[in-house]
């Protein structure tokens, strides 16, 4: 070893050498000096590198210059090491915490002359103690959050450490520590936890503990658990139950009273899954306990009530926390039966809902018996109809529902003719079996919407509660003295019986229910006094309006039957030159000789009474027959037109039919035209469309007949194959000094020409009209102005010509 003294370079080599940031810097934080360690402390490769850049970026040896003057003005006028703490950057931005040991070093009149010390990262040991201190709090939140109170006891019973629980206050005031168990607890508990710290200490093992006295009149139950920890100590957890052992007698209590009740009960967890029921739900279900417990009440559904009733439930128990009412459910055995159920939702305050009890009983036996009580109050004994009382009831209450719905109701009222001579000839037996069969009849003939009932001896009423017309009523009746019709089946023979019937409607007979009893009984009185089996309206118009009515049905089944029925042609012309390009087909019929009956009359009403398919059919024979006539004769120069009904639009076997009509008759179909109305359109449209292509295939087109009257919306001119439409004649009211109408013509015939729809406009009577249409581009054209429509015999010489001379031309 060198005797050499040391020398400052020997110490400045060492300072440089240094593991730990050596450094000397002006009080402003200008560095003079510094050592490696220290530049790779903040980055930089060597001590030149630091140098070079101390300009700019030695500036992040202080991360803020605050904590620099504080660090100043700590160290004062003392001139030894004193420690700090700093939070400061690398060169990279990075954060790092670094301990400083620094000296502020004065000159001769103690003015500040330069810092020097060492600096180390610890940054590391930063993050371990803030990691320490948030697990420290973490442990420290657990043990206050935990319910139990912490015991440390020694082998003599003495308590070295006690803390409370959040739900086990400890007793007494000041600290506990070093005091014996027996000053801080009551000695029924001191005892056990004595003696189970022993059997800890000898044993090992934890080992359990309960003690149980009486305090201010309440019964004070505590019970904890005990084990070892080192050093010849016991932990013991404390826990007071008083609470819960109170509740589970209670509960006790409340278990049996579940047992011994009547009523069915079923307890079901947050999620719906039955939990527990008692006795008598497996005695009125004939479910088991096994069998219920683990399902949803699902098995119990009747499937008797919608979705919306169980959406009211469920609505209903999260918004007031309980539903009562009465309910069908399924027995085991698949019985359906009426429950009235009680259902309350249990609320826990800090997790909401945690059970729903329901509550039920049978209420079979009670229907029963308010079904009978109902039944001989409201049901005719004999025949098992609504009686008077009923029909009453139910009277006012529709007469109500048709007044807010804006609906008619008929009341039929019907007597047997001469039954009491029946009674007396046949024996009460047979009446009484005529009786209950006319019942039965009735109920059939009018069906389950109307309310049939049994008024008197030979009496009966019908409630027809949805009428589309006060005519219906009448069709009704007659439906009745056809099924009356039949003879009954007597101990010598078949019996023969006729009816009277009379007829109200609400609201032209009158709005109150004791109005319409009377008018319905003043019209029987007069069906009676006709001579019987037949009916009478208690107004006298309609009485005449239905006789016309059914007289009109007579005779247009007699004209279809015996083809008395005539087809009328109207002529349709170009504008240009009036050549004739087709006929419309126009179906007439004369009730007597000249006198001929609206179409608009009795249309709709062979629509109603069935005859429209027939009638339809009746027309396409004969018009393509006519049509086969003329081409045999030569004329070919123009299309037959003729109407379809939405009613046999909708027939699947319109389409077999007309082209069936055309098999026979040998018409060309590229002749035929189509013409339908828009309501012909409303419904599914995919069938529709197969339709019109199956007709288009066979060379037939198809217009829209009163174009711009109907309820579609004209997303059909896109999604069907139409040829034309025509302009109905009610757009023509007024044109041509009606703006408004010659808008819409002109928009009409604009829209058609840009779809490449042929266009016909209807019911041209006037010059003025004529000459607007030729300004608007020239549409087909038919009206009265041209020509009225004719028998196919006075069309022979129009047809000859080819034209019709216009109005206004030579």
Same mark, same amino acid.
């Given at each position: 070893?060198?005797?050499?003294p040391?020398?400052p370079?020997?110490?400045?080599t060492?300072?440089?050498?240094?593991?730990v940031?050596?450094?000397?810097?002006?009080?402003?934080?200008?560095f003079?000096?510094l050592?490696?360690a220290?530049a790779?402390?903040?980055g930089?490769?060597?001590?030149?590198?630091?140098?070079?850049?101390?300009?700019?970026?030695?500036?992040?040896?202080?991360g803020?210059?605050?904590?620099?003057?504080?660090?100043l003005?700590?160290?004062?006028?003392?001139?030894?090491?004193?420690?700090?703490?700093?939070?400061?950057?690398?060169?990279d931005?990075?954060a790092m915490?670094?301990?400083?040991s620094?000296?502020?070093?004065?000159?001769?009149?103690?003015?500040?002359?330069f810092? %020097? $010390?060492?600096? *180390? =990262?610890v940054?590391?040991?930063?993050?371990?103690?803030?990691? /320490?201190e948030s697990?420290? &709090? #973490?442990?420290?939140?657990?043990?206050?959050?935990?319910?139990?109170a912490?015991?440390?006891?020694?082998?003599?019973?003495?308590?070295?450490?006690?803390?409370?629980?959040?739900?086990?206050p400890?007793?007494? %005031? $000041?600290?506990? *520590? =070093?005091?014996?168990l027996?000053?801080?607890?009551?000695?029924e /508990?001191a005892?056990?936890? &004595? #003696?189970?710290?022993?059997?800890?200490?000898?044993?090992?093992?934890?080992?359990?503990?309960?003690?149980?006295?009486?305090?201010r009149?309440?019964?004070?139950?505590?019970?904890g658990?005990?084990?070892?920890?080192? $050093?010849?100590?016991?932990?013991?957890?404390?826990?007071?139950?008083?609470?819960?052992?109170?509740?589970?007698?209670s509960?006790?209590i409340?278990?049996?009273?579940?047992?011994?009740?009547?009523?069915?009960?079923?307890?079901c967890?947050?999620?719906g899954?039955?939990?527990?029921?008692?006795?008598?739900?497996?005695a009125?279900?004939?479910?088991?306990?096994?069998?219920a417990?683990?399902?949803?009440?699902r098995?119990l559904?009747?499937?008797?009530?919608?979705?919306?009733?169980?959406?009211?439930?469920?609505?209903?128990?999260?918004?007031?926390?309980?539903?009562?009412?009465?309910?069908?459910?399924?027995?085991?055995n698949?019985?359906?039966?009426p429950?009235?159920?009680?259902?309350?939702?249990l609320?826990?305050e800090?997790t909401?809902?945690?059970?729903?009890?329901?509550?039920?009983?049978?209420?079979?036996?009670?229907?029963?018996?308010?079904a009978?009580i109902?039944?001989?109050?409201?049901?005719?004994?004999?025949?098992?109809?609504?009686n008077?009382?009923?029909?009453?009831?139910?009277l006012?209450?529709?007469l109500?529902a048709?007044?807010?719905?804006?609906?008619?109701?008929?009341?039929?009222?019907?007597?047997?003719?001469?039954?009491?001579?029946l009674n007396?000839?046949?024996?009460?037996?047979m009446?009484d079996?005529?009786?209950?069969?006319?019942?039965?009849?009735?109920s059939?003939?009018?069906?389950?919407?109307?309310?049939?009932?049994?008024?008197g001896?030979?009496?009966?009423?019908?409630?027809?509660?949805?009428l589309?017309?006060?005519?219906?009523?009448?069709?009704?009746?007659?439906?009745?003295?056809?099924?009356?019709?039949v003879?009954?089946?007597?101990?010598e023979?078949p019996v023969?019986?006729?009816?009277?019937?009379?007829?109200?409607v609400?609201?032209?007979?009158?709005?109150?229910?004791?109005?319409?009893?009377?008018?319905?009984?003043?019209a029987?009185?007069?069906?009676?006094?006709?001579g019987?089996?037949?009916?009478?309206?208690?107004s006298?118009?309609?009485?005449r309006?239905f006789?016309r009515?059914?007289?009109?049905e007579?005779?247009l089944?007699k004209a279809?039957?015996?083809?008395?029925?005539?087809?009328?042609?109207?002529?349709?012309l170009?504008?240009?030159e009036?050549?004739?390009?087709g006929?419309?087909a126009?179906?007439?019929w004369?009730?007597?000789p000249?006198?001929?009956?609206?179409p608009?009359?009795?249309?709709?009403?062979?629509?109603?009474?069935?005859?429209?398919q027939?009638?339809g059919a009746?027309?396409?024979?004969?018009?393509?027959?006519?049509l086969r006539?003329?081409?045999?004769?030569?004329f070919?120069?123009?299309?037959?037109?003729?109407?379809?009904?939405?009613?046999?639009i909708?027939?699947?076997?319109?389409?077999?039919?007309?082209?069936?009509?055309?098999?026979?008759?040998?018409?060309?179909?590229?002749r035929?035209v189509?013409?339908?109305?828009?309501?012909?359109?409303?419904?599914?449209?995919?069938?529709?469309?197969?339709?019109?292509?199956?007709l288009?295939?066979?060379?037939?087109?198809?217009?829209?007949?009163?174009?711009?009257?109907?309820y579609s919306?004209?997303s059909?001119?896109?999604?069907?194959?139409?040829?034309?439409?025509?302009?109905?004649?009610?757009?023509?009211?007024?044109?041509?000094?009606n703006?408004?109408?010659r808008s819409?013509?002109?928009?009409m015939?604009?829209m058609?020409r840009?779809?490449?729809?042929?266009?016909v406009?209807?019911?041209?009577?006037?010059?003025?009209?004529?000459?607007?249409?030729?300004?608007l581009?020239?549409?087909?054209?038919?009206?009265?102005l041209?020509?009225?429509?004719l028998?196919?015999?006075?069309?022979?010489?129009?047809?000859?010509?080819?034209r019709?001379?216009?109005?206004?031309?030579?």
């Amino acid at each position: 070893m060198s005797d050499r003294p040391v020398q400052p370079s020997d110490l400045l080599t060492l300072l440089e050498d240094a593991v730990v940031g050596v450094f000397r810097s002006t009080p402003e934080g200008a560095f003079l000096w510094l050592n490696a360690a220290l530049a790779r402390l903040f980055g930089f490769e060597s001590v030149e590198s630091f140098m070079e850049a101390r300009g700019e970026d030695a500036r992040v040896l202080y991360g803020d210059p605050r904590d620099r003057e504080q660090m100043l003005k700590a160290m004062g006028k003392q001139d030894r090491l004193l420690q700090f703490e700093m939070d400061m950057r690398r060169r990279d931005g990075s954060a790092m915490v670094v301990r400083l040991s620094c000296r502020l070093v004065r000159d001769e009149r103690g003015e500040p002359r330069f810092l %020097e $010390g060492f600096a *180390e =990262d610890v940054t590391a040991q930063r993050r371990m103690k803030e990691e /320490l201190e948030s697990r420290t &709090r #973490e442990m420290e939140a657990i043990l206050r959050a935990l319910p139990d109170a912490m015991l440390v006891v020694d082998p003599r019973g003495k308590l070295l450490a006690a803390r409370p629980g959040a739900q086990m206050p400890l007793p007494g %005031e $000041g600290p506990l *520590e =070093d005091r014996p168990l027996e000053e801080v607890f009551p000695r029924e /508990l001191a005892e056990p936890i &004595r #003696e189970t710290v022993e059997r800890v200490l000898d044993q090992g093992g934890r080992h359990l503990f309960e003690g149980a006295w009486e305090s201010r009149g309440q019964s004070v139950h505590q019970e904890g658990l005990c084990c070892p920890l080192d $050093g010849n100590r016991v932990l013991c957890l404390l826990r007071d139950v008083s609470s819960t052992r109170r509740v589970a007698s209670s509960l006790g209590i409340a278990q049996g009273i579940i047992a011994l009740a009547r009523e069915g009960i079923l307890v079901c967890d947050a999620r719906g899954f039955i939990e527990q029921v008692n006795p008598a739900f497996e005695a009125i279900t004939g479910y088991t306990s096994a069998e219920a417990v683990g399902k949803t009440p699902r098995i119990l559904r009747s499937e008797r009530h919608d979705e919306d009733f169980y959406r009211g439930f469920w609505d209903a128990l999260r918004r007031e926390g309980t539903w009562g009412g009465e309910i069908w459910n399924r027995r085991k055995n698949g019985e359906i039966y009426p429950q009235w159920l009680a259902v309350a939702a249990l609320q826990d305050e800090g997790t909401g809902t945690v059970r729903y009890v329901g509550v039920f009983s049978d209420l079979t036996e009670l229907k029963t018996k308010d079904a009978q009580i109902l039944h001989q109050a409201y049901y005719d004994k004999l025949t098992g109809l609504a009686n008077r009382h009923l029909l009453q009831d139910r009277l006012r209450v529709e007469l109500r529902a048709c007044a807010r719905e804006n609906r008619r109701l008929g009341l039929l009222f019907l007597d047997l003719d001469r039954f009491k001579i029946l009674n007396s000839t046949l024996g009460y037996l047979m009446g009484d079996q005529v009786l209950v069969e006319t019942g039965q009849r009735l109920s059939a003939a009018v069906g389950d919407q109307a309310t049939v009932s049994r008024t008197g001896e030979d009496g009966f009423a019908v409630l027809l509660p949805d009428l589309e017309s006060p005519g219906h009523a009448g069709g009704e009746a007659r439906r009745i003295l056809e099924a009356l019709q039949v003879p009954f089946s007597g101990p010598e023979g078949p019996v023969y019986v006729t009816a009277s019937l009379g007829i109200a409607v609400f609201p032209e007979d009158g709005e109150e229910s004791d109005m319409l009893i009377r008018k319905a009984d003043g019209a029987l009185y007069r069906a009676k006094a006709r001579g019987g089996n037949g009916y009478s309206f208690a107004s006298e118009d309609l009485d005449r309006d239905f006789a016309r009515r059914m007289n009109l049905e007579v005779g247009l089944r007699k004209a279809l039957e015996e083809d008395q029925l005539l087809l009328y042609y109207q002529p349709i012309l170009e504008l240009r030159e009036g050549r004739l390009v087709g006929l419309e087909a126009l179906l007439r019929w004369s009730e007597a000789p000249g006198r001929f009956v609206p179409p608009d009359e009795f249309i709709p009403l062979a629509e109603e009474i069935g005859l429209i398919q027939p009638l339809g059919a009746w027309v396409f024979r004969n018009a393509l027959k006519q049509l086969r006539s003329w081409e045999d004769k030569g004329f070919r120069d123009f299309t037959l037109c003729v109407n379809v009904s939405p009613l046999q639009i909708r027939d699947p076997h319109f389409p077999e039919s007309l082209e069936e009509a055309l098999r026979e008759t040998g018409a060309n179909p590229k002749r035929l035209v189509l013409e339908i109305t828009e309501q012909c359109l409303l419904g599914e449209r995919a069938p529709l469309r197969e339709l019109f292509l199956r007709l288009h295939r066979l060379g037939i087109r198809v217009y829209i007949d009163d174009f711009g009257t109907g309820y579609s919306s004209l997303s059909y001119l896109k999604d069907f194959a139409l040829d034309g439409l025509k302009v109905d004649r009610s757009f023509l009211q007024g044109v041509p000094e009606n703006q408004r109408n010659r808008s819409l013509v002109e928009a009409m015939l604009a829209m058609a020409r840009g779809l490449g729809l042929e266009s016909v406009v209807e019911g041209v009577e006037e010059e003025g009209q004529m000459d607007l249409l030729r300004r608007l581009g020239y549409p087909q054209v038919q009206g009265f102005l041209f020509s009225r429509p004719l028998p196919a015999e006075s069309l022979e010489s129009l047809l000859q010509k080819g034209r019709i001379p216009l109005p206004g031309r030579a």
